[in-house]
């Protein structure tokens, strides 16, 4: 009886063997690309696709928002109080903002939100992008810590810079071209 047990577990661990062999051979012949996460909240990671819809649905991509200067990417809630006082601050210090470009984010779901936004803080007035995120932007690089949340670009869509929060423009400033 013992001499059957040890053979039955040798023959299962062969035949076990062998399937993780036949596994390891039909991935050579079938190789699957998985895609490579990138951690785009990381400094230095680029921009990831951009695609945003504007309250009177035009589109917008990143030929839209390509500029030689570096690229401000706010995420914000048009409810945000937070948010609607560094837009005031922004909209007041647009001058400075001769090359640099101004795209503001909001969640897919805030577009009746957005409307009332956009009229009460006549953003349409000032070289500003703003729309609702079409391609999931926000998941890929809002940290969740304090809105509004500003990322910086360089020129070549790498990301150099986060402020969360009130921001003083002070501290912007040495970003803007």
Excluded: W
Excluded at 79 to 90: K, W
């Amino acid at each position: 009886m013992l001499k059957q047990s040890v053979v039955l577990l040798f023959i299962l661990l062969a035949s076990s063997l062998y399937a993780q062999d036949k596994k390891k051979d039909s991935t050579k012949n079938n190789p699957v690309i998985q895609e490579a996460k990138v951690n785009y909240k990381a400094l230095g990671t680029d921009l990831p696709a951009i695609r945003l819809k504007t309250t009177d649905d035009k589109t917008i991509n990143e030929a839209d928002i390509k500029s030689s200067g570096n690229l401000f990417l706010m995420l914000f809630n048009p409810n945000c109080a937070h948010c609607e006082d560094e837009t005031d601050s922004l909209e007041k210090h647009m001058d400075l903002f001769k090359k640099s470009k101004l795209v503001m984010v909001a969640g897919d779901k805030m577009k009746e939100y957005l409307v009332d936004f956009e009229r009460l803080h006549s953003v349409r007035r000032y070289p500003i992008i703003i729309g609702l995120d079409d391609a999931g932007i926000i998941d890929k690089t809002f940290q969740y810590t304090a809105l509004p949340q500003i990322n910086i670009y360089s020129p070549e869509h790498k990301l150099i810079k986060i402020f969360f929060g009130d921001t003083r423009i002070d501290s912007l400033k040495p970003y803007i071209q």
